[in-house]
């Protein structure tokens, strides 16, 4: 049969360079208004035999299709129990709890309010096998109210929540009764009173399959119907504002999670398989799309429901984990931690988040946690850029090795090449110019290529300004280095201008680190009478160790390689500093410290 109009080859390849294309308007939302999947078995749209739509949902059938007994999941449950699935069970409750959202419940938006449990795995790939069907990760660190507004502004028609967090949905319950809540108990048993909702419904969809014909995934879309249609809407932060629903496709989440498998060497050639270890938030970005990058490669998903550093370093030498991603802050606290030991093995650890310093690199490497330094964005699908290792840096000094590893590098090789963009007032929006590549001058990281986010849900502005000039904007500030390589700098509008120098809250941050005693820093801007603003310093210290403000201000003056124009005049030691669910420092909380606001009420 000859492929349709729509499907031939002159529409592929057009729909391909759209990829490398700047967009001319703001990407379409989908419809505010969820739409029941169609009640028959739904059927790939045509396309030739050279071409199928991309979906990273059908890493799942595939894996438990070659290796149906090799060991998906390993999770100590909120009961205490040690939880083991194979790839065969991982996918038949992923095939079931589809099967309850497309033809039990006639549900096609779901939210999920939960930890880095199975559940999370299981839903995931189970709505993404429904065509039509969006999936909403929501941070469960979240106040009740935000949680709240990012259920009914993304108008999911079911939540799937932990027991731990029912409390976080019930404002959201009362005033949605029409929309219905399962319970994940989280436990070692699938039925009968331990059990939960989430495990009724899984059982029900798998009671309508064998009911209904036993289709399996051939009665489902783990290829997608269309890879550019958006089943994901993952949540930002929300510091400063309401959270943005960012749109991924299923092209787009395929794309970064094969990214991610070649970038953080999921995929072994020896026998042996990855072993993930879940310290990111699966609901962050999610979880830079690791859920379907680990299961393309048949890993073993190492779920934790909370960070405990103590479990942390058990697994590590006992489990042979092989991979985890963590932020910086994660890192520097697992290194400090009493149980921190040189492993057998190394270990890769995939570092985003924020900008590291070098000194937590060379920490790291004494540890055997050899860090793959990546950077991006939740509107990239999480990591775009890598810090690739030169070999040629192991003939440079220590100070110069970590430096060059601590920088954010160049695109993934599921991208197109990052670039840093002058930036400033006086420039139109839509103004577009590459900065040298000396590494001195300052602009802003662009992205454009693969696995660029289509858009914000339901926020069209947004999403103009986001795609100004045809490339997607960062916000954050770095230089061009001669050899390609990106160094981020600052978020714009953490930049310190003290009389007309122009000082890096992470440069200082980073030379802050180097102090022996020191665990953490924070820096942001003060009002100064005379330079206009100063920096001021928020540090944690070691375990064991005392020090003042002021031992780290003449430390800072007679002992370090901070500037004099940098150095802060004022150091305040605090016993933590405040921090997002990812590990970044929440520096819209210090600049309120700063000012004297009650720390009680503002974390």
């Known amino acids: ?29 989908p419809s505010a208004t969820p739409t029941a999947p169609e009640p028959s078995p739904p059927q790939p749209q045509p396309h030739g035999l050279n071409f199928h739509a991309l979906s990273p949902t059908f890493f799942l059938p595939r894996a438990a299709a070659i290796e149906p007994h090799a060991p998906a999941i390993h999770h100590v449950t909120s009961n205490g129990a040690i939880l083991r699935r194979t790839y065969e069970s991982l996918s038949e409750r992923a095939l079931g709890f589809a099967y309850w959202a497309s033809r039990c419940a006639r549900v096609s938006r779901v939210g999920l309010v939960l930890p880095n449990t199975p559940a999370f795995l299981e839903a995931t790939f189970g709505v993404g096998a429904v065509p039509g069907a969006v999936l909403v990760p929501v941070n469960y660190r979240l106040k009740s109210e935000d949680v709240a507004y990012v259920l009914e502004h993304a108008g999911v028609e079911v939540v799937v929540v932990d027991q731990e967090f029912v409390g976080l949905v019930e404002g959201f319950r009362e005033r949605n009764p029409r929309v219905r809540v399962l319970v994940d108990a989280d436990t ?195 990591p775009i850029t890598k810090g690739y290792f030169m070999p040629a840096w192991e003939r440079l000094t220590p100070n110069e090795k970590y430096g060059r590893m601590a920088r954010q590098g160049h695109g993934f090789v599921t991208s197109l090449p990052v670039r840093v963009v002058k930036n400033g007032d006086d420039l ?66 953490d930049i310190i201008i003290s009389g007309g120098e122009n000082i890096s809250s992470v440069a200082l941050e980073s030379m802050l680190a180097m102090h022996p005693d020191l665990l953490e820093a924070g820096v942001v801007a003060v009002p100064d009478s005379h330079w206009g603003e100063r920096p001021k310093a928020f540090v944690t210290v070691q375990a064991g160790k005392e020090l003042t403000g002021e031992d780290v201000i003449q430390w800072a003056k007679h002992q370090s390689a901070i500037s004099k124009f940098m150095v802060p005049r004022e150091v305040e030691v605090v016993p933590e500093l405040p921090k997002t669910s990812t590990g970044k420092v929440k520096k819209n909380v210090l600049r309120e410290w700063a000012k004297g606001a009650d720390r009680a009420k503002i974390r």
Not at 351 to 369: G, I, K, Q
Not at 436 to 443: H, L, Q, S, V
Not at 464 to 481: I, Q
């Open 428 to 493: 139109p929006e839509e103004h577009v110019e590459d900065v040298k590549r000396d590494g001195k001058e300052i602009g802003e990281v662009v992205f454009a290529g693969n696995i660029c986010a289509k858009g914000y849900y339901k926020d069209e502005e947004a999403t103009r300004k986001l795609f100004a000039g045809g490339v997607l904007h960062s916000g954050d500030l770095a230089v061009w280095h001669g050899d390609g390589a990106i160094q981020i700098l600052d978020r714009a509008k």
């Open 188 to 382: 070692d048993v699938v039925e009968g009173e331990l059990s939960g909702e989430f495990d009724a419904a899984v059982l029900e969809g798998l009671r309508w399959d064998r009911e209904n014909g036993k289709m399996g995934w051939e009665g489902l879309m783990a290829q997608a119907r269309d890879e550019e249609e958006v089943f994901a809407l993952a949540y930002t932060s929300g510091t400063t504002a309401r959270p943005k629903g960012v749109e991924y496709t299923h092209r787009g989440a395929y794309l970064a999670a094969m990214g991610n498998v070649i970038e953080s060497g999921l995929n072994f050639h020896d026998g042996k398989r990855a072993r993930y270890l879940w310290t990111l938030p699966m609901f962050h970005a999610m979880g830079w799309t690791f859920p379907w990058a680990v299961t393309a490669v048949r890993g073993t998903h190492y779920c934790l429901r909370k960070i405990d550093y103590g479990h942390i370093w058990t697994l590590l030498k006992h489990e042979g984990i092989t991979h985890f991603n963590a932020a910086p802050t994660v890192n520097t606290l697992l290194c400090a931690d009493p149980a921190a030991e040189r492993l057998p093995q190394p270990v890769r650890v995939t570092v985003a988040a924020s900008p590291p310093t070098p000194h937590l690199f060379e920490l790291m490497t004494r540890l055997n946690l050899q860090p793959v330094h990546v950077y991006g964005l939740t509107e990239t699908y999480g």
């Open 1 to 29: 049969m000859a492929p349709s109009a729509s499907s031939g080859p002159q529409s592929r390849l057009a729909r391909l360079a759209a990829h490398f294309l700047a967009p001319s308007s703001a990407p379409e939302p």
